[in-house]
């Protein structure tokens, strides 16, 4: 049980599009999924935190317009991140929980890759 | 501030012992977590300890000391396939997960 899936696992694309990823908890409901960033050699760095049908909180420094996040069901929580740059490129994880919030279940994590 | 420390690099040899310490500062703590992450994948559930002292899981193992702000993963028999980094990572007083920068474990033959 508690398995999360995110989708794509790795996309490139070109500097000022923008890129949907999706995170889904295939067999519960997560009352709160958590988005994460990762550069190479570097640890997680969380992005935000957000709930179902509810705005997500977003950590210091990270501009919430161009990462949009949107938590419209128990099981689904997607990331925008709107007119990307090369240095946005990074394994985004996220992760989803229907317990207290450190009990967290990550997904596999999507590759992104701005040209 | 919140701080984790863990070594950056650490190397050992195959069929080897090796001690992943991390020392942690948090506002609060509510348990400490371990996780093993390969080189481009998600980071996976190792260990959580709450309470003082050792619990073993096999051929790993974890130890917390509250009172130090100390923590280690105990590595037995190593193999190959557990050259990987090693995240320690401490639930503060909110509830909120606070990460170590990892350490990469490298195993030789």
């Known amino acids: 049980g508690a398995v999360v899936s995110q989708h794509p696992s790795w996309v490139i694309c070109k500097s000022g599009t923008s890129v949907k990823i999706e995170c889904r908890s295939l067999?519960?409901?997560?009352?709160?999924m958590f988005w994460y960033r990762q550069f190479p050699k570097q640890s997680l760095m969380l992005m935000a935190t957000s709930n179902e049908g509810s705005k997500a909180t977003y950590e210091q420094g990270v501009e919430k317009d161009k990462f949009l996040i949107n938590h419209a069901s128990l099981t689904l929580s997607t990331l925008t991140v709107t007119s990307a740059h090369p240095e946005d490129s990074s394994f985004y994880i996220c992760?989803?929980?229907?317990?207290?919030?450190?009990?967290?279940?990550f997904g596999p994590g999507t590759r992104l890759t701005v040209t | 501030g919140q701080n984790i420390d863990q070594p950056t690099e650490m190397t050992a040899t195959e069929g080897a012992i090796v001690q992943i310490n991390c020392t942690y500062q948090t506002s609060g703590f509510n348990g400490l977590f371990w996780y093993q992450q390969h080189a481009g994948e998600a980071p996976t559930f190792l260990s959580y300890?709450?309470l003082d002292g050792l619990e073993e899981k096999g051929r790993f193992s974890s130890f917390l000391s509250r009172s130090k702000g100390y923590s280690y993963l105990l590595l037995k028999e190593l193999q190959m396939k557990d050259s990987a980094s090693y995240l320690c990572?401490?639930?503060?007083?909110?509830?909120?997960?606070?990460w170590g920068a990892g350490t990469k474990l490298i195993i030789k033959p």
């Open positions: 067999d519960f409901q997560a009352t709160t």
């Open positions: 992760s989803a929980t229907d317990r207290e919030p450190h009990e967290q279940y």
């Open positions: 990572a401490v639930v503060d007083s909110n509830y909120q997960l606070i």
């Open positions: 300890n709450v």
